[in-house]
C-alpha cells in the first residue's frame, strides 16, 4: 500500500485530481470472492487516504490474462459499491470489452456518473492490444457518437502504447484527422 499511497501525495502535490488504479492478478491460487474483498478493502483504506487531499481513484477494468477481478462494467460498479467511498470512480479502456464482446453502452447503464474517464484507442478485436486510432476494427466516430449521445462529459485520453511507435507526433496527427 505504501506505493499507492506516495501515488497518491503525487498526484495532489502536482495538483492532479485521480490516480488510475487496476487491480493487479492475485494469482491463480486465490478463490475470487476473497482476491476482490482483498482489493476492496486495500482500496477502502486508500480512497480514505486520498479523499482529504482531494485525490479520486478511478478503477481500471482489464483483459481477464492482466487480472480477473475486474474485467468488465459489472465488475467495475460492483465494486465502486463494494468500497463504498465517494471518491471512488470508474473508466472505459475501450479494449476490454471489445475483447469480450462487452457493449459499451454497459459502462453508461452499470456506472452512470461513476463513469469519469475514457481510454480512447483502437483494438484489433482479440489481442490485448492498444492500436492508433486508424489502425484497427472500432468505428472511432461512432464510438465518440455514443460518448456525445450519453452526454458524456468526463476525461478522453488517447491510449498510445502497443505499437512500439517510433514516431509519436504521426500517430496523433492521425488521431486528430479521425477525431475531428
Known amino acids: 500500500m505504501a506505493i499507492f499511497r506516495r501515488s497518491v501525495e503525487a498526484a495532489a502535490a502536482m495538483e492532479i485530481p485521480r490516480v488510475l488504479i487496476t487491480a493487479d492478478h492475485p494469482g491463480n491460487f486465490v478463490p475470487m470472492a476473497q482476491?476482490?474483498?482483498?482489493?476492496?478493502?486495500?482500496?477502502?483504506?486508500?480512497?480514505?487516504?486520498?479523499?482529504?487531499?482531494?485525490?479520486?481513484?478511478?478503477?481500471?477494468?482489464?483483459?481477464?490474462?492482466?487480472?480477473p477481478v475486474i474485467t468488465t462494467a459489472d465488475d467495475c460498479a460492483d465494486m465502486i459499491a463494494k468500497i463504498d467511498r465517494p471518491n471512488v470512480d470508474g473508466m472505459l479502456d475501450v479494449v476490454p470489452p471489445t475483447i469480450a464482446y462487452e457493449?459499451?453502452?454497459?459502462?453508461?447503464?452499470?456506472?452512470?456518473?461513476?463513469?469519469?474517464?475514457?481510454?480512447?484507442?483502437?483494438?484489433?478485436?482479440?489481442?490485448?492490444?492498444?492500436?492508433?486510432?486508424?489502425?484497427?476494427?472500432?468505428n472511432i466516430p461512432v464510438l465518440l457518437d455514443l460518448l456525445r449521445l450519453k452526454g458524456y462529459d468526463g476525461w478522453v485520453t488517447l491510449e498510445l502504447c502497443s505499437e512500439g511507435?517510433?514516431?509519436?507526433?504521426?500517430?496523433?496527427?492521425?488521431?486528430?484527422?479521425?477525431?475531428g
Open 35 to 67: 482476491a476482490r474483498e482483498i482489493f476492496a478493502s486495500n482500496m477502502r483504506e486508500l480512497a480514505d487516504f486520498a479523499a482529504p487531499l482531494g485525490v479520486t481513484l478511478t478503477l481500471e477494468p482489464v483483459l481477464p490474462v492482466e487480472s
Open 103 to 138: 457493449p459499451m453502452q454497459n459502462y453508461f447503464d452499470r456506472l452512470k456518473d461513476k463513469l469519469c474517464y475514457v481510454h480512447l484507442c483502437n483494438s484489433d478485436g482479440k489481442s490485448p492490444a492498444h492500436l492508433r486510432l486508424g489502425g484497427g476494427m472500432l
Open 165 to 179: 511507435y517510433r514516431d509519436p507526433e504521426m500517430i496523433l496527427m492521425e488521431a486528430m484527422k479521425i477525431i
